[in-house]
């Protein structure tokens, strides 16, 4: 019954919005800023709430005559903002209802959406509230019928009992003190609205809070006309000894009065307080969240950062809450500004305009930001918006806390933060280490994400090189430096159940080190087995790591491949190069993930083989030196991995 009401509102949705598409353009079409315009009316209202009162005298004898002599008395200026303040009212109840059928017509109250949904109830009620609280204020006829018919509603509660009602039977039962209420609500109300729409508003990223001004001047337009065509007026002065037998009805505010005078007011209670607790319990009502992940790695390009989205988030959601400048106008898949590529991963599309995505497009891999649901992990690419400066990267001071020679020419270099915090990364990530001249230095993180007391790096000495010699000859326990960081979106997928073959080259081993020992961290079953290729025996500078990994563990296996061992190396293991290993191994590697990380001419090597042996692009990663997208692996843009702690 829920989806069936979900899919025929999404059509009425999309069917109504393509209709406006044609005669405002996707730019201008009114449908994709209901947020937006019900913030635009909003202002309007208290603007002009603000100069009404300003003429307005609380007591039970001035207060109709001043809004009289506002009216009639200065029309070009109070008679008119009268009736803005009337009209952009109701127009505040269309598009808050609007708003809200929206978001529940396309699902987006569950899961991480229920503060926002809960808060845009208490919204709606605060702003009902206060539109029949400002109908008493003129103290009309009209007035006069929604107090009595209020104070009625009120006397139906068993704490109140039929008091109120007295307080209205006649003229002088009705003091100046009753204005000083009316008035006092009036402010507190409508303050309370702009306090609860700043908490809902935060919670959507990026949020739009004011219209395209073509849009503004439109509404502007369209109140002014409705003022001039039907100005609000006053209906007769209160005279509590009658009834007033008809009365000019508002229906946006009053809609349950009509429910009071014919059914009373215990059960119209029984409606509203049934309905307000539907609605507010309404995102955890079945059927219940899609899946069990809580969230989902988005490797992003150009930014080259990993960000996380929440089950149910959109990737332009996502993104803006990590403060990526992705490009957006509509959000509701109607204007095409948020086009993207997917390069790895799967995504869930709600409904959109499909003239601004085609099938071919689709099927090029292009999806809209905010449409696209992730249902893995992802990797994908925009272009950001004209102009948008890139998401700063953190910069942080470190202390040398160890030092270790590994090999003749490896070094452990232990990390720890100078402000006693822990450095927030994702396996196979790398920092850049910021000289004194401004040059900086990449390597990747040895450490695994759970045990980041200590950072790991490992760092091969390149002959001259300014930082690689300083580490080796002048670096000692104590030191500072700098870097900036987590970079990079080389890490290990949780998407798949395939087998892994990790392939590291030299110091390649350390982002490897990251992944393997995150994985065990977190129970990981899959199967994996690591090719480590290094010239010489001595080069294996913690094969006795891998080796215990390997003992340990039943699902990882470790397999060195020296390509020039010599005869002082007693080498009786596998020899030549480390991808024909693995082809010996694994004729068929269509069935399996490649995470590679070494020489470029390792991985130029490596390529044209893996995919002559079924690999799919979707399924081999490297950590790159400039950090380009996943491309095909046959593509002269493939990827070009970094030597993992190899630069100078």
Known sequence: MLHTLQKTGQTAFLSIEKVFNAIFGERLNPFYYLGAITYFLLWIAIGTGLYLYAFFETGVAVAYGSVEALTHGQWFAGGILRSFHRYASDGLVITMLLHLVRHFTFDHYRGFRWFSWVSGVVLLWLTFASGV?????????????????????????????????????????????????????????????????????????????????????????????????KPAVSQGPVDMATLPATVDFDWFYLMAYPLIQSWGGKETWYLTVGVSLVLVVLPWLPPLARGKQASWNLAVHPDERIIAARTGETLLDAGLRAGLPMPFECRNGGCGVCKATVLHGTVRLNPYQESVLTAAERASGKTLLCCAEPLSDMEIEYVPQAGAQSLPVHLHVARVTQLESLSADVMRVMLTLVDGTLLRFYAGQYINIVLDNGEKRSFSFATAPHAAEEIELQVRLVPGGRFTTKVFNQMKVGDTLEFEGPLGTFTLRQDSEKPIVFVAGSTGFAPVKSMVESAFHTGMDRKMILYWGVRRRSDLYLGSLAEQWARDHANFKFVPVLSAPQPEDAWTGRTGLVHEAILADFPDLSQHQVY?????????????????????????????????????????????????GNHV
């Open 133 to 229: 609280n400002g109908y008493m204020l003129p103290w009309d006829r009209l007035a006069q019928f929604v107090v009595t018919a209020t104070t009625e509603w009120f006397d139906a509660l068993p704490v109140i009992g039929g008091s109120m009602t007295r307080n209205f039977i006649t003229n002088a039962n009705v003091s100046d003190r009753l204005f000083s209420l009316l008035s006092f609500l009036h402010i507190g109300l409508p303050l309370g609205v702009l306090a609860v729409l700043w908490i809902h508003t935060q919670r959507v990223p990026s949020a739009k809070t004011n219209p395209p001004r073509p849009l503004m001047i439109a509404i502007g337009i369209t109140l002014l006309v409705l003022s001039a065509v």
């Open 596 to 644: 590679a990380c070494g020489s470029v001419q390792m991985v130029q090597a490596a390529q044209p083989a893996f995919v002559k042996h079924g690999i799919s692009s979707d399924d081999c990663f490297s950590d790159a030196f400039h950090l380009a997208p996943q491309r095909p692996l046959d593509s002269q843009q493939a990827d070009v991995v970094k030597l993992g």
